[in-house]
């Protein structure tokens, strides 16, 4: 046979082969968020043919016959076969639940594995939001080991991790990688102005994250990430009600035509109580978000939050109210209300396969108005009245966020690169208020009174540079070096004569910090790795700690300095892994929060501090049915160096800070009955002191929580019962001049609720 009739021949076999074969197209999406997985490995069983989606999770193959099944395997998540015959259009894989390969975007504000990033990160998944059905973002976050989101009533909070339970500006709160709330305006409450029912999953840093973020992520940073659009029309629509009086209405819309995906979603909350409570709220929550694609390099994100909320504010109990379960208020017209609007753009391209760039424009406004129950105070010599203020606390900012990845493939290293500047005027005004006090110690009534207690405005300015280098000088090494340095400016000016309740003189300020951060991560193989990290941290007083109610500006800047150490391992051949980390956080001029003999509270410097602590978390499913979750942490808070109103508490423990946080859950899904689901949960804490002084101490709290659901054919039934036992227990206690004020914990409470899920996937 000659050589061209060969060739010949060749080819017709090849045609022959490759029309007698199957094409089989599709997309691998993830199937709780509905996202696309990209390097999903699809193979032919007992066949070679194999591809790997791309990064929109799309794939191609052939297959010599419709009766091949497909398979899908791809890191963190449970590995799917599928008949050719019965294949989709889109493929779902679930996550795993015992997976040490998420993805997160928080540790380099890009995509990568968690297992890349030399830093305590953790995440809330979108089946672990689905499962919860939380009521209040504190059932979510608490599962994270050594984090405690202290609830405060109506989705009011403070927090503790790697800190004491408390209200400073230690902690960084994101949506999708910008701060919720601009930097020197901190609100311990800015959780408020989160939509929970638009969360695709969450992500928690422990520890500074500064050197990414800038000030106040000290003892760590949430990143809220938002629901991006469904590649086909999805949605959803739920009804809760509870025992206490809290009824809720969630629902989401989302679809993608050609290149332009929509999604909508949000709830109302509302809970009524009777009157002597003085519990009740309200909370309306809305977020917009539209994604184009112009090209595969080139999209589009434009989002938008609408929040509006107003709660009554309870206040503490007394000892003899608290354990006698007599939870009536002491107030009867305090209140906070919140109305936020945000809205971000970005743009991201990539030039090439090494160059990418993302311009965010974002602009927010918020006003937090209250009538604060801690800032009523009595007055000597009449029982029957009191003093205290309506006030206001509003911005508005302007800002953007450029940052550019380069990848070096010569040398195995990329840099990501960013600047960033924030533009807020904010303003503050304070009334003050004549109260009327009845025999039994309740506030029944207020007056507003004509006369300005405070009244100014500032304007800040907060611009910043970082930069980030990951290198992997060998396969299993990787070594990360970040720097930022962030500049914070203040024009103060107001509008009363200064003075010792009207605040400081007109005054220009600014704070500026340089904060590096060295971390190390290695891969020993068979799913066993550890870091190491040394990083900092700062946070610069907010506004009213500087000018509100002082006549000169005395707070400095807090600085941070943490070592850490850490390490995760797989178990029971993938069916368990466990993750460890161990930190020392040393702190220098730390703020912390007092309460004077009046009820107010003060901020103010202490010299030196000392945090050190263990996090552990296990995940477990020793069958197919049963997942189990364990998490703690033992922490240590220490004063190294801090003087009081003249009294030395240098050595002792810091207050409402608990040696031990636990929170731990066994889940149950029987094969025999599928779509049905039962949790327990506990949650708790030790014992810890109370005061500075350490002279008086609160026991702690075990609570247990019980979840199920039953879902089928796009309906889920569900009810949650918390406090199963109906313990009576404090979330915070804090003992001061003022007395002893207990923060009761929820009582049973039991919610019930049904969903209508629908989808068009085919």
């Known amino acids: 046979m000659t050589k061209p009739l060969c060739l010949t021949v060749l080819l017709v076999i090849a045609v022959h082969i490759l029309y007698a074969q199957t094409a089989i197209e599709g997309k691998v999406i993830d199937a709780a968020t509905h996202q696309p997985l990209g390097g999903v490995t699809v193979s032919v069983l007992n066949d070679q043919a194999k591809t790997v989606t791309d990064k929109e999770g799309n794939f191609k ?62 995440v809330i998944s979108k089946s672990a939001i689905n499962d919860t059905k939380a009521t209040r973002l504190d059932m979510l976050v608490n599962k994270i080991p050594g984090v405690f989101m202290v609830d405060l009533g109506n989705e009011q909070h403070s927090m503790a991790m790697r800190q004491p339970m408390g209200t400073k500006n230690l902690f960084l709160y994101l949506e999708d990688g910008i701060p919720i709330r601009t930097v020197g305006d901190f609100n311990h409450n800015a959780l408020i102005e989160i939509n929970q029912a638009s969360l695709q999953r969450i992500e928690v840093i ?4 500064s050197s990414l973020y800038g000030s106040e992520a000290v003892g760590g940073a949430i990143n809220f990430i938002t629901q991006a659009p469904s590649p086909f029309l999805s949605g959803k629509i739920q009804v809760e009600a509870g025992s206490r009086g809290y009824k809720r209405t969630d629902f989401n819309i989302s679809n993608t035509h050609k290149k332009l995906g929509l999604y909508a979603g949000g709830y109302y909350a509302r809970q009524d109580e009777p009157a002597r409570e003085h519990n009740d709220f309200e909370k309306t929550a809305l977020t917009w978000r539209a994604d184009y694609g112009f090209s595969n390099r080139l999209k589009l994100t434009a989002v938008a939050d609408y929040i509006r909320y107003k709660t009554d504010q309870k206040g503490g109990l007394d000892s003899a109210h608290f354990y006698s379960k007599d939870y009536t208020s002491f107030y009867r017209f305090t209140y906070r209300k919140v109305d936020a609007l945000r809205l971000r753009t970005t743009l991201y391209k990539e030039w090439n396969d090494y160059h990418k760039t993302n311009l965010t424009i974002f602009y927010r406004n918020s006003a937090i108005g209250q009538n604060p129950f801690y800032s009523i105070s009595n007055i000597a010599g009449n029982t029957a009245k009191a003093k205290g203020q309506i006030n206001e606390d509003a911005f508005s900012s302007y800002g953007m966020v450029l940052q550019h990845t380069a990848a070096l493939k010569f040398v195995n290293a990329r840099f990501i690169s960013g600047v960033s500047m924030d533009y807020s005027p904010a303003t503050y005004y304070a009334r003050f208020t004549d109260i009327d006090r009845d025999a039994n110690g309740t506030y029944y009534n207020y007056t507003a009174v004509d006369s300005l207690l405070t009244h100014y405005n500032v304007d800040l300015f907060n611009s910043a540079i970082y930069t980030q280098l990951e290198y992997r000088p060998a396969g299993k090494l990787k070594v990360v070096a ?21 605040g400081a003189p007109d005054a220009t300020d600014h704070f500026d910090n340089f904060t590096p951060k060295l971390g190390i991560t290695y891969d020993f193989g068979k799913n066993k790795g550890a870091y190491i990290n040394y990083s900092v941290g700062f946070a610069p007083p907010n506004i009213t700690d500087l000018y509100s109610g002082v006549q000169v500006p005395v707070l400095k800047a807090a600085s941070y300095h943490n070592y850490e150490a850490g390490g995760w391992m797989s178990f029971a051949t993938g069916k368990g892994y466990a993750e460890l980390s161990v930190y020392k956080l040393n702190g220098k001029n730390e703020m912390v929060s007092v309460r004077l003999a009046d009820g107010f509270y003060q901020n103010q410097n202490t010299g030196k501090t000392s945090h050190k602590g263990i996090e552990v978390n296990v995940k477990y499913t020793p069958v197919k049915d049963i997942a189990i979750r364990a998490a703690g942490s033992y922490a240590e808070h220490r004063y190294i160096n801090y003087i009081q109103q003249g009294k030395d508490f240098s050595g002792n423990r810091m207050a409402q800070a608990p040696a031990y946080i636990y929170n731990s859950e066994i889940t149950y899904r029987p094969r025999y ?12 804490m030790s014992n810890y002191y109370t005061d500075p002084q350490n002279t008086a101490t609160y026991k702690g709290f075990a609570v247990f929580n019980i979840r199920a659901g039953y879902g089928f054919r796009g309906f889920e039934l569900w009810t949650n019962c918390l406090n199963v036992a109906n313990k009576v227990y404090a979330v915070t206690v804090e003992k001061s001049a003022y007395g002893t004020a207990y923060r009761p914990g929820q009582l049973r409470t039991v919610n019930i609720g049904l969903s209508y899920s629908f989808s068009n996937k085919e």
């Open 61 to 122: 193959l052939y297959s010599a016959s419709k009766q091949d099944s497909i398979r899908f395997t791809s890191a963190g998540y449970e590995s799917s076969s599928i008949p050719v015959f019965n294949l989709a259009s889109f493929v779902l894989l679930t996550p795993s639940f015992a997976s040490l390969n998420e993805i997160v975007v928080s540790g380099s504000r890009s995509a990568q594995r968690r297992t890349e990033v030399p830093v305590a990160i953790h």
């Open 673 to 684: 009955c599928k779509g049905f689901r039962i949790a327990a949960e506990l949650q708790g």
């Open 206 to 209: 422990k520890g500074p994250a």
């Open 482 to 502: 970040a720097a930022r340095y962030d500049r914070l400016d203040y024009r103060f000016n107001n509008h009363l004569l200064p003075g010792a309740y009207t």
